[in-house]
């Protein structure tokens, strides 16, 4: 089974960046970090969806000539990518929100540390 990891890399970096990102997101207290752990499993995501969604040898999806016989195994799929780019915009559009949010609490708690925000709220 080692043998088949080594094989496919892509999923070795895949799960390095994903673990990394999580790790972001759990163990830090700063908004920003967690930003970043969201957006590197975000990332990863795409990145495995684009990776395994690929095919050896075959070509874009465009018909040049309608007189040919079609192989639907010759031409690569274009679903995945497709999908992916909508991700993309999705996530680079989240992330801009959150960063907006960050500022906000930032300008209001004048800090984007979980831990002391938690204790200006029960404070309060």
Same mark, same amino acid.
């Given at each position: 089974?080692?043998?088949?990891?080594?094989?496919?890399?892509?999923?070795?970096?895949?799960?390095?960046?994903?673990?990394?990102?999580?790790?972001?997101?759990?163990?830090?207290?700063?908004?920003?970090?967690?930003?970043?752990?969201?957006? &590197?499993?975000? =990332?990863?995501?795409?990145?495995?969806?684009? %990776? /395994? *969604?690929?095919?050896?040898?075959?070509?874009?999806? @465009?018909?040049?000539?309608?007189?040919?016989?079609?192989?639907?195994?010759?031409?690569?799929?274009?679903?995945?990518?497709? &999908?992916?780019? =909508?991700?993309?915009?999705?996530?680079?559009? %989240? /992330? *801009?929100?959150?960063?907006?949010?960050?500022?906000? @609490?930032?300008?209001?708690?004048?800090?984007?540390?979980?831990?002391?925000?938690?204790?200006?709220?029960?404070?309060?």
């Amino acid at each position: 089974m080692i043998e088949a990891w080594f094989e496919r890399p892509h999923i070795i970096a895949f799960t390095i960046i994903f673990i990394w990102g999580l790790y972001l997101m759990v163990a830090h207290h700063n908004f920003i970090r967690k930003l970043i752990g969201m957006y &590197l499993v975000q =990332t990863s995501v795409i990145f495995l969806f684009v %990776t /395994l *969604g690929t095919k050896i040898g075959s070509t874009i999806p @465009i018909l040049r000539t309608t007189d040919i016989v079609i192989n639907p195994a010759d031409y690569a799929n274009p679903l995945p990518q497709m &999908l992916m780019l =909508t991700a993309i915009v999705v996530g680079v559009s %989240t /992330l *801009g929100v959150a960063l907006a949010m960050a500022v906000g @609490i930032y300008r209001e708690y004048g800090t984007l540390n979980e831990d002391e925000i938690l204790k200006k709220l029960n404070a309060q």
